[in-house]
């Protein structure tokens, strides 16, 4: 316990400036210029993901949150919830995780994805702040594509009786020759090797896009199964077209984030300038014994490396910059910063 206060005031104090936390210890965190937060475990629900998304940019300024996701969280996740001995507590935990899930694989903007899912109301198109946003997936008629995938649940239930892994399915699909498929005859169904247009990955995510749609869904269990839904037998029998996030496999890739200037909420300023000014604010605060945030915070930061006030009638128009700051730090932020031409 006495490791872990100092690893927090540490962290607070900006003597370190990544610090590994579970679940229990972040949201102990109470820092408000936090300006990452990193998921390396998938989250069990929204609710979740939510609080602990919102220890990042307190402070009003921009902060990124990174959530690193693979299909294997997802069964580490399941066995957990397996692992519980009240059955409604595992009804209750699946619905959770699923929902968690969809919201990983949407291609919808986050935020109104977040808010729709507390009921509440967002009035713009979108936040032009999540990667959805930014970048947004191309999509494709995925219609041919759905009905291959949904056929073959179909076809492999009515050949054997029961469903199987996803794994599976794609295989089937892509024309795969295993035992299992042998065993259970599933090379001889009609869907084996019809969707040769797609590898194995991008099938595995037109999978999973057609369970959030509601087409198909995991059966609950640790084995679990993909099933074709009503809702996805009724669509199998129409002739309503629909649109899918086209597929793309994972792979290295530069990603360049808007320039600072162009994220909501930023305040561009002389960054070597907000770097110096940091330096001075932690050589401060560790000399007070307090978090730097208690000296100043980034918001008041960066305004000063923007506006360079030279007088303590300028240092003073400053955010968050009162009477008593003003006399306390007023002089020492003024020479550090040069003077305009």
């Not at 820092?31 to 009003?60: C, L, M, S, W």
């Not at 199998?236 to 600072?260: D, N």
């Not at 960054?271 to 000296?295: D, N, S, T």
Request: glycine share 8%.
């Amino acid at each position: 316990m006495r490791e872990r206060a100092e690893n927090q005031e540490a962290f607070i104090r900006d003597d370190v400036q990544i610090v590994c936390a579970t679940i229990a210890f972040g949201m102990g965190i109470d820092k408000p210029d936090v300006r990452f937060v990193i998921h390396y475990d998938f989250p069990k629900n929204i609710e979740g993901f939510y609080q602990e998304t919102g220890r990042a940019g307190r402070d009003g300024l921009p902060a990124d949150c990174v959530l690193l996701f693979n299909a294997s969280d997802v069964a580490k996740q399941i066995g957990f919830i397996e692992e519980k001995t009240d059955e409604h507590e595992r009804t209750v935990a699946r619905q959770l995780l699923q929902q968690m899930v969809h919201f990983a694989e949407t291609s919808d903007c986050r935020r109104r994805s977040l808010l729709d899912y507390f009921s509440e109301a967002f009035t713009g198109k979108n936040c032009d702040a999540c990667d959805n946003c930014i970048e947004p997936k191309e999509t494709f008629d995925g219609t041919e594509a759905a009905k291959k995938f949904l056929a073959c649940l179909y076809r492999i239930r009515e050949k054997s009786g029961f469903g199987f892994g996803l794994n599976h399915v794609v295989e089937v699909l892509t024309g795969a020759d295993t035992e299992a498929i042998r065993k259970w005859g599933h090379d001889q169904v009609s869907t084996h090797g019809i969707g040769d247009e797609f590898g194995r990955d991008e099938w595995k995510a037109i999978g999973r896009e057609l369970m959030r749609l509601g087409y198909a869904r995991l059966t609950p269990g640790r084995m679990s199964v993909v099933e074709l839904t009503h809702e996805g037998s009724d669509w199998l029998r129409s002739k309503e077209p629909l649109e899918l996030t086209r597929p793309v496999v994972a792979k290295p890739k530069s990603r360049e984030r808007p320039p600072r200037s162009e994220r909501a909420g930023e305040i561009e300023c002389d960054e070597m300038l907000f770097a110096r000014l940091r330096e001075l604010r932690h050589e401060l605060a560790a000399g007070r014994g307090v978090p730097a945030y208690m000296v100043f915070g980034d918001v008041a930061l960066r305004e000063m490396a923007r506006d360079c006030p030279a007088t303590p009638e300028a240092f003073g128009l400053i955010s968050g910059v009162g009477d008593k700051k003003k006399a306390e730090y007023g002089n020492l932020f003024i020479s550090e910063i040069p003077c305009l031409p």
